[in-house]
Nanobody, 122 residues
Framework: QVRLVESGGNLVQPGGALTLSCEAS????????MGWYRQVQGKQRELVAT???????NYTDSAKDRFAISRDNPTNAVYLRMTKLKPEDTAAYFC????????????????WGQGTQVTVSS
């Protein structure tokens, strides 16, 4: 069984910074892309950033120049460093990962974490 667990969400003032962490555990043979998404209650979940196993990153326009995604392959972890936070960044943040649980599974499957709340407010 594969689990993704996020942590690091908190209440932070506008202009502040926060780092989110997500660690995958369980039956893992390999992990391809990992990513962060966010969702405001009542709205669709939206992409924030992704990172491939080779470290190639992709950001949504709202995250460019303020957020940085990184990963640590030996620990199956992905991070999101968020700076210059704005009230509109308030959301539940979810990580996901494309994981092959076993060597005999030919294609990766997408797994999600349970989310961590980020609130930007004075």
């Amino acid at each position: 069984q594969v689990r993704l667990v996020e942590s690091g969400g908190n209440l932070v003032q506008p202009g502040g910074a926060l780092t989110l962490s997500c660690e995958a555990s369980g039956s893992i043979f390999s992990i391809d892309s990992m990513g962060w998404y966010r969702q405001v209650q009542g709205k669709q979940r939206e992409l924030v950033a992704t990172i491939t196993s080779d470290g190639v990153t992709n950001y949504t326009d709202s995250a460019k120049d303020r957020f940085a995604i990184s990963r640590d392959n030996p620990t199956n972890a992905v991070y999101l460093r968020m700076t210059k936070l704005k009230p509109e960044d308030t959301a539940a943040y979810f990580c996901n990962a494309e994981i092959r649980p076993y060597i005999w599974v030919p294609y990766p499957r997408l797994f999600w974490g349970q989310g961590t709340q980020v609130t930007v407010s004075s």
